[in-house]
């Protein structure tokens, strides 16, 4: 889910500004001021200053846009990393939990054998002590 909305808000940017490119030939390779009735340096294309105005207002638009529209993906980059941390770790924690226990480790095995020893020697001292009664009786 974090990956998609990180996927979403990168799609969300607005497109790079494309690179300028180089003039070739007689092309003008700066801007050049012409009044009525001046010879042109070079080729080109000649615009009257309301088209240059509108055509700079319009890249202040489009930097403008770009700044507003800009999503800071370090934080869903930091929670994404966060969960998957989150996730490894509940993993390692189930399967530490679900590995098989050795037999001599299990509680239940432990006090069986507790009470299976205490059986035995309280029957062994109890015989021995009835053994050692009769001994003594004289028989």
């Known amino acids: 889910m974090i990956a998609l909305l990180v996927g979403l808000a990168i799609g969300a940017e607005p497109p790079p500004r494309p690179e300028t490119l180089e003039p070739s030939g007689d ?3 700066i801007a050049v001021g012409l009044q009525p009735g001046d010879a ?3 080729i080109g294309t000649l615009l009257g200053p309301a088209d240059l105005r509108w055509y700079l207002t319009v890249e ?3 930097e403008h846009l ?3 529209y800009r999503v800071d993906t370090a934080s869903l980059e930091h ?3 966060r969960a998957l941390f989150e996730r490894d770790w509940y993993a390692g ?3 530490r939990a679900l590995e098989p226990v050795p037999l ?3 509680p239940g095995v432990l006090a069986g054998i507790g009470v299976s020893v205490g ?3 309280g029957l062994t001292a109890s015989w021995s002590a009835a053994a050692g009664l009769t001994a003594l009786e004289g028989g």
């Open 119 to 121: 059986v035995i020697v």
């Open 40 to 42: 042109a340096p070079c």
């Open 104 to 106: 001599m480790q299990r």
């Open 60 to 62: 202040d638009h489009y």
């Open 79 to 81: 929670e994404r990393d």
């Open 27 to 29: 092309e003008c390779s």
């Open 66 to 68: 770009r700044g507003l």
């Open 93 to 95: 924690e189930l399967s």
